[in-house]
C-alpha cells in the first residue's frame, strides 16, 4: 500500500510531518510518497536516518497553498502545489490514499475537482472521530465540508457514516442520530425536521435526535448527522472548551502548593485524561463520497498525529470503503446489518 502525504500545507513545519511519515511506513508497514520541497524532505528524511528507495520517495513540487489561501482559487491556480499534484497522484492510481493536514476548503475543493464525487452521493461528508468518556469514539459527519444542506445530503451522510463505522470500526450494528436542539421529533428548524422524517422512514438503525452535551459524556449513539455548518462550529467549541478546562486547571495548580502537590499524585489519571482527549491520537476525518480515499488532519498535526492519520488512511483503503460506495449504499435494515 503507497500513502500520499502532503508535508507542505500545514501549519508544522515540514521536517516533523515527515518524521510522522516515516514513523507510520516503519510501524504500519506501508510505503509513504512525500509532496513537496524534495531538499527539505531530502533533508528530513536524513535526520530521520532514512533515505529514499522504494519504501520513502518523493513527489517534488514547487508550490504551496497556505491556510490564507482562497480553497477554490488556488486550487485552480496553484497547479505544481503539494495538495494538488497529490491529489491528482490517487487520481491516476500512483497512490492508494492521500492525507494532508492543510486548508480544509482546499482539500475538499481540490478532491471534487480533481476526483470526482462518487456517482449517488450528493455531497461529500467530513468525518471526526469524537472521544468520549465511555472510552468510545462517536462518529460525527458533516463537520465542515459542506455549509449549506439539504435533508437529502444528511441522508447520504448518515449512510456513509454508518458504512464507515461497521465497515472501518467493526461496529456490527452502528446507531445513526440526528444532532438537534432536543431529542423531541419535532425539535429544530426545518432542515433538522426533514432530515429527520427522511431518517426515520429510509432503512436505516434511526435512534432519534440527540443533543451536543450528549454526545461527549453519554455517547448515545454510533454517528452523528448534521449539516457542516453545524458541525464546524460544535467541533470548534468542544476542542476550544476542552483546552478552556485544561489551562484554567492548570493555572490554579500552579498558584497553589497543596494543588501542585495533589497534581503529582494525580499525574497519571491527568495523563489518561490527555490521552482520551487528544486529537494527535484520533488520526484525521475521512472525507467521505469522494473517488478516493482522502484523510484531512488538524492543521496543528504534529509528527504523532500525521502518523494516526496515515492509520485512518490505511484502514479505510484496506476496509475497500471507496468501492463500497461506488456499489451503492442501499442494503441496510433497521437493525443495521
Known sequence: MRILLDVMSGDR??????????????????????????????????????????????????????????????????????????????????????????????????????????????RPGLMVALPTLSGRDTLVIDIGANSDCQADHLLHFALMGATYARDVMRISHPQIGLLNIGTESGKGNRLASEAHHLLESANLPFAGNVEAHHLITDRPVDVVVCDGFVGNVFLKATEGGI?????IMRRRIHRHALAKLGALFLSKTFGTIRKTLSYQRRGGAPLLGVNGSVVIAHGRSDAMAIESAIDV???????????RFAHGLSGWSSDGS
Open 13 to 122: 513545519p515540514p521536517h516533523e510531518l515527515v518524521e510522522g511519515g516515516v514513523r507510520a511506513g516503519r510501524r504500519q508497514r506501508v510505503d509513504i510518497l512525500f509532496a513537496g520541497d524534495p531538499d527539505i524532505i531530502t533533508s528530513a528524511l536524513a535526520a530521520a536516518k532514512m533515505k529514499t528507495g522504494s519504501q520513502f520517495d518523493i513527489l517534488p513540487c514547487q508550490q504551496v497553498i497556505g491556510m490564507e489561501d482562497a480553497p477554490v482559487r488556488a486550487v485552480r491556480e496553484k497547479h505544481d502545489s503539494s495538495m494538488v499534484r497529490g491529489l491528482l497522484s490517487l487520481r491516476d492510481s500512483e497512490v492508494d490514499a492521500f492525507v494532508s493536514s492543510g486548508n480544509t476548503g482546499a482539500v475538499v475543493a481540490g478532491s471534487i475537482f480533481n476526483l470526482g464525487r462518487i456517482a449517488g452521493i450528493p
Open 313 to 323: 488512511a490505511r484502514r479505510e483503503v484496506e476496509a475497500g470503503l471507496v468501492e
Open 243 to 247: 483546552a478552556a478546562v485544561t489551562t
